[in-house]
């Protein structure tokens, strides 16, 4: 249980953190993988997953007020993967209800931080009720600043991703192109990096994925390609600020190479 005094001690050490650090190395791009609701509920006792979800969405707005005020321009979050929707209605429903309340929520938060928001993912999977919140959401929202970008990704599949791609690239092509090997020639690296759900937005330069798994499970399979990866012990609802500063200083430090 926190108390004040160790509120203090840990923004003291926020404090200190900020100063080991320099904010021109940050990420251009975070991408965040908000895991461990479900084990969190069990280690804190709560009644129903549900109450995790909760926890999870409110930490996500702060984790919005830390990216603004730490200037990181994009921020991508997968919040239910597309392997989630295989779950049963009596766990999915509620998980659907928490997103649909936090939809109405966050339009006024990426308004006062200049935010864009869109959504990502196997949207058509998804019942018409979230679909309609996140269109909502958009629509409130407004188009924001060009430098800042919130992306939710929701019944998303990385290889999901890569397919809608290629499928995308070869309808576009076959439109100009009709013999079978010319059309092969021309399914390139660039043709299929425009096609990917979020083409506009930087690749990543930084993934995070809490709760103690060392994978991504797909996670913006093609753009994380030399994105520099941080895995947290931390379950998502319990996720600080003071271990996303860690995660930042861990990527300050480290030297990019880009596979060079």
Known sequence: MTTP??????RIYERRLLAQMDASRFPRHVGVILDGHRRYARQSGLPAY????????????????WSAELQIPAITAWALSKDNLSRSAAELDPIYEVLISFFERIPKRCRQHGMGLRFIGSLDLLPSGLITAAKIAMEQTGPGSRDRNLTIAMGYGGRQEIVDACRN??????????????????IDHEGLARHMYSS???????LIRTSGESRLSGFLLWQSAYAEFVFADVYWPAFRRVDYLRALRDFSRRERRYGR
Not at 56 to 61: A, N, Q, S, V
Not at 169 to 186: C, N, R, S
């Open 5 to 10: 005094f160790t509120s203090l001690l840990y």
């Open 50 to 65: 549900t109450d995790s979800y909760w926890e999870g969405m409110r930490r996500f707005e702060k984790f919005i007020d």
């Open 169 to 186: 690239l070869v309808a576009e092509l076959g439109a100009t192109v009709t013999d079978p090997v010319q059309l092969a020639e021309k």
């Open 200 to 206: 506009d937005l930087p690749d990543p330069d930084l």
